[in-house]
């Protein structure tokens, strides 16, 4: 079993900076890709983020250079440290995590940009 826990949401302005955290715990984690979505009030969850063994990241297109996913060297946590933030960014953001051959969430984390 897999227990991932995001945290560092929150309300912030337009233009700020938030860093979310994902800690992972219980079995060691190994996984295959691990990633941030997030979703919207009357929106689908969409990827925001994910990042692979080998370092490969990827990114959903509404990011354009804004975000950045890492990790640390024992997949016991994942990082997003977004910047330039917009009201458009509002969302639920939820940790994702694919080992095993299954999918593993966190509960997620708000973060409201609103002036």
Known sequence: QVRLEESGGG???PGASLRLSCAASGSR???????????????ER????????????????????RFNI??????TAVYLQMDRLEAEDTATYYCHARAW??????QGTQVTVSS
């Open 101 to 106: 051959a299954k999918d593993w969430w966190g």
């Open 46 to 65: 969409e990827l925001v983020a994910a990042i692979i063994p080998s370092g490969a990241t990827s990114y959903g297109d509404f990011v354009k250079g």
């Open 11 to 13: 309300l912030v302005q």
């Open 29 to 43: 984690l190994s996984p295959t890709r691990m990633a941030w979505y997030r979703q919207a009030p009357g929106k």
């Open 70 to 75: 890492s990790r640390n060297k024992m997949w």
